[in-house]
């Protein structure tokens, strides 16, 4: 009985060793780098960045916000705030 109990029971996976890492892409690495040339961007500029290096006409103000709240969480940038409004 308990191993038919175990055998229903779904597996657990194994934890990854990179869990809750932010991993660093090429475009990750020349936008970053780029934004440091200028000493920093206005979003509508970084929007047309992120569109350039991924190949694409647009991306959304979306992807924008997402893409820097990835990298303020991996400590690659820090956005100045104004207010305590970033």
């Known amino acids: 009985m308990e191993e038919e109990a175990r055998e229903n029971e779904p597996r657990k ?19 970053i780098a780029w934004i440091a040339e200028q000493y920093g961007v206005r979003r509508d500029q970084l929007q047309r960045l992120l569109a350039w290096n991924s190949g ?15 990298w303020r969480r991996a400590g690659w940038i820090a956005l100045p705030t104004v207010g305590g409004y970033p």
């Open 13 to 31: 996976r194994k934890e990854r060793r990179d869990k809750g890492l932010v991993m660093i892409t090429r475009r990750d690495q020349y936008c």
């Open 56 to 70: 694409k006409k647009e991306v959304s103000e979306i992807t924008v916000r997402d893409q820097l709240e990835r």
